[in-house]
């Protein structure tokens, strides 16, 4: 079955320490990656994206991903949070047959401390 | 800027009032998507539409409908809205399997 799992629901750092949350997901066919971040009472906004290539891929704000097809992991990275990055952050595979759509992960929330 | 855009922002309803909810895009999308979150859960998928074609997902319960009179626009109807129809409603385009862009939302509540 299609899936994605975030482990982490809540994740709590510093501001200023570095970042990774973990994302991995189960899918038959080469994947679509997407990583969004949702501030409280908003939109999703996406971080970067995976469709092929360099598998370390870069996304706005200073967030990076990188997809490991050994471990069906696209975790994504910062190496130092600042505190406007508290956020809900989904993890989300593109399917590519078929119809188009998300299966999202459960989401992890971060929260930053001064 | 191209954008998505949904009105309004906030709906208050009565149980059992019918609600519309709408969507625009100015960026040519030939896929919308309507999303229903809750509170600290991910999006859950009622339907899409592929250009024209209608795609509802298998636990969208009946008393959601949608309409896509032309590119730009997308409707949510919600005929009998419930307590438990309060959410956030999203509404997502794209070109086909590529990102999607998100609109700000549309908070219900029913009343």
């Known amino acids: 079955a299609q899936s994605v799992t975030q482990p982490d629901i809540h994740i709590t750092v510093s501001e200023g320490a570095s970042l990774e949350l973990r994302c991995n997901y189960s899918?038959?066919?080469?994947?679509?990656l997407f990583w969004y971040v949702q501030s409280p009472g908003q939109g999703l906004q996406l971080l970067l994206k995976?469709?092929?290539?360099?598998?370390l891929v870069q996304g706005i704000k200073g967030f990076e991903a990188e997809f490991k097809r050994s471990q069906s992991s696209f975790n994504l990275r910062k190496p130092s949070v600042h505190w406007s990055d508290a956020a809900e952050y989904f993890c989300?595979?593109?399917?590519?047959?078929?119809?188009?759509?998300?299966?999202f992960g459960t989401g992890t929330r971060l929260k930053v401390l001064a | 800027d191209a954008m998505v855009i949904q009105n309004p922002r906030y709906q208050v309803t009565q149980f059992g009032k019918p609600v519309t909810l709408s969507c625009s895009q100015t960026?040519?999308?030939?896929?919308m998507y309507w999303y229903q979150q809750k509170s600290s859960q991910a999006p859950k998928l009622l339907f899409h539409y592929y250009d024209k074609d209608f795609n509802n997902e298998a636990d969208t319960p009946d008393n959601f409908q949608s309409r896509r009179p032309n590119t730009s626009f997308c409707f949510l109807d919600i005929r009998s809205p419930g307590l438990g129809d309060a959410a956030m409603y999203l509404c997502?385009?794209?070109?086909?399997?590529?990102?999607?862009?998100f609109g700000p939302g549309t908070r219900l509540t029913v009343l």
């Open positions: 989300a595979v593109g399917t590519t047959s078929g119809t188009y759509k998300y299966i």
């Open positions: 995976y469709f092929s290539g360099d598998t």
């Open positions: 997502a385009t794209s070109i086909n399997a590529d990102e999607q862009f």
């Open positions: 899918y038959g066919a080469t994947p679509y």
């Open positions: 960026l040519n999308h030939n896929v």
